[in-house]
């Protein structure tokens, strides 16, 4: 509804504009951030403050409201006042519910989309898993929050691509060819992800209590850069593949896709020369034998580029990736999203760029996560207090397997599975995407499994419930609104809102205002239900079609967070 009355004032306020003579810069966007809901209904559904006409039309915020109150058509509205500087809005219910209800019905899952995005191509970066290491729980944050944005993105009217990209080379991966080598060739090789991130974990061990073996796994990683050893090569070039490959379940299962998939194999000899380059144009300057970025006069520290053995960093790496980006995925803008203790480095990373004066380095950003804490406390892929994805969904499976018995003791093996991984994703997803992704969370796989509060598995709940009555439920019967009860108003009113929320996530990056909408929803929902029966009631027609909107709104939402809907729990 704001966006419909953010289109009559605009229009209003332009004929004004011409009348008086006068300029007025406001856009749409502009408008609708002003739109305001008074404190009582007595005031209106919607008011508009003109205070900021007053500068343009250059007499009191009071009397612009009674000019522009004069352009103003009352369709859809059942009374449009003024009351000082405010022009109040008093929505027809009955014929904006009506409205309302014809649209979700009639644009299902396209309804909340709209083209913010202007058809603007988006590199979206996330995920990042590196070969060699575990997949664990700190994967999912960022996972689950880049592929929810570029959901959003895409329901935005801009054209997304998916990128990913992993660390296939490095000094974590000389330590884990240099502990196979040393202490594990005797077992085969897997691809099993605990398999390969314990060898990594006792790789670090036994490097904290010898460090003179760093000396070994130093002369791998520079064998792994130049490719000058057979033997290692050819390990690194099996593992690598069965990382790879362990991968491929889980982003199923996290419902993910992507389009590209960057290495850091690959950007390695291009950010060498990259540093090199910096260097010779006095860009970048030697340090002790190290090429580095002196950053510290605009509060960014040293960043090191080359070691002084010449093997390159994450930081020269990171550099000819956003070049390669650049040539090979031309697009309006680039976004990358890390975990919150990169955050310094994409600075870093951020102010090379605008000093080398690359063409897209406005267009160039980063959105930062918050860490993932277990009531136990933080975890760490070195030293192997971490929670692998794989053990971790299971965990969160049986939590729901147990949940799905309690309510259909005798359901089908194969069915429950399906269920117990769904709720489970559900619970897994929205636990992390309801938050600011900002904030560090504290994750309760207990807590998150509920049927009951804020949790996924509530609101796959909801959309059971809703898609149970409307099987159940099936009528002949004219469609009849009469008076309107205050739990369907609040939940209309609420439906409405879905496209002003979806269109605020887009613009501040943040999946949790859908991920908090759609809970706002489910809990009007169930109130509704409990309050207005649907069948046999006199409005049994009209209560239905609420019924499929929300069921409607809410899969939108859902599908907007990377959470698929289940039509039975």
């Not at 996972?143 to 998916?162: C, M, P, Q, Y």
């Not at 398999?195 to 990594?200: H, L």
């Not at 790879?244 to 996290?254: D, R």
């Not at 149970?468 to 009860?485: A, E, Y």
């Amino acid at each position: 509804m704001k966006t419909e009355i953010a289109k009559l004032l605009f229009k209003a306020i332009k004929e004004e504009a011409k009348n008086q003579e006068v300029g007025v810069d406001l856009t749409e966007e502009k408008i609708i951030n002003l739109i305001e809901i008074p404190p009582s209904v007595e005031m209106g559904d919607y008011a508009f403050p003109c205070f900021i006409l007053s500068k343009y039309f250059k007499i009191a915020p009071q009397e612009v409201s009674i000019l522009i109150r004069k352009n103003l058509p009352t369709k859809n509205f059942s009374d449009i006042q003024t009351a000082g500087p405010y022009i109040n809005f008093f929505v027809d219910r009955n014929k904006s519910t009506l409205n309302l209800i014809k649209s979700i019905l009639k644009q299902k899952e396209k309804f909340g989309g709209s083209d913010v995005g202007g058809g603007d191509k988006v590199l979206i970066e996330f995920s990042q898993p590196n070969t060699h290491k575990a997949f664990h729980v700190g994967h999912i944050r960022g996972t689950s929050i880049g592929e929810s944005l570029s959901r959003i993105s895409e329901f935005s009217k801009n054209k997304v691509i998916r990128a990913n990209y992993s660390g296939d080379t490095g000094m974590h991966i000389a330590k884990w060819i240099w502990c196979y080598g040393k202490y594990h060739s005797r077992e085969k090789l897997k691809n099993d992800e605990s398999w390969i991130a314990s060898v990594y974990v006792d790789a670090v061990k036994r490097l904290a209590r010898n460090k003179k073996s760093q000396d070994e796994v130093n002369v791998i990683n520079q064998k792994i850069e130049n490719k000058s050893d057979k033997t290692i090569n050819r390990i690194w070039a099996k593992t690598r593949k069965l990382s790879i490959e362990s991968w491929k379940k889980i982003y199923q299962e996290l419902n993910t896709k992507f389009d590209v998939h960057f290495f850091e194999s690959e950007v390695e000899i291009p950010g060498r020369e990259i540093a090199l380059d910096l260097l010779k144009k006095g860009i970048a300057k030697k340090s002790e034998g190290a090429v580095i970025m002196d950053l510290r006069e605009y509060d960014r520290g040293v960043w090191v580029l080359l070691r002084k053995d010449g093997t390159v960093l994450y930081s020269a790496k990171d550099i000819a990736l956003a070049e390669k980006k650049y040539k090979k995925f031309l697009s309006d803008r680039y976004l990358v999203v890390v975990g919150d203790e990169q955050k310094f480095h994409f600075q870093q990373l951020v102010k090379t760029l605008e000093m080398m004066d690359v063409p897209f380095k406005d267009n160039y950003g980063f959105l930062p996560f918050g860490m993932i804490r277990f009531p136990t406390g933080k975890m760490s892929s070195r030293t192997g207090e971490n929670v692998l994805y794989s053990t971790f969904i299971e965990e969160v499976k049986k939590l729901a397997s147990k949940e799905v018995k309690k309510r259909e003791p005798k359901i089908r093996r194969g069915e429950l599975e399906k269920r117990s991984l769904g709720i489970s994703i559900a619970a897994i997803k929205y636990s992390m995407l309801k938050q600011d992704p900002k904030k560090i969370i504290i994750f309760n796989p207990k807590e998150s499994i509920s049927f009951e509060g804020n949790t996924g598995p509530y609101l796959l709940y909801s959309y059971a419930r809703a898609s149970s009555i409307l099987r159940k439920v099936k009528t002949k019967q004219m469609l009849r609104l009469g008076n309107l009860d205050e739990k369907e108003l609040e939940l209309i009113k609420s439906l409405s809102k879905f496209p002003e929320v979806v269109s605020n996530a887009y613009k501040n990056l943040n999946p949790s205002l859908i991920a908090n909408y759609a809970y706002e929803i489910s809990h009007l929902f169930n109130e509704f239900y409990h309050a207005c029966p649907v069948a046999n009631s006199k409005k049994e027609k009209f209560r239905i079609m609420l019924v499929e909107s929300f069921r409607i709104v809410l899969k939108n939402s859902l599908n907007l967070l990377g959470i698929d809907t289940l039509e039975k729990m």
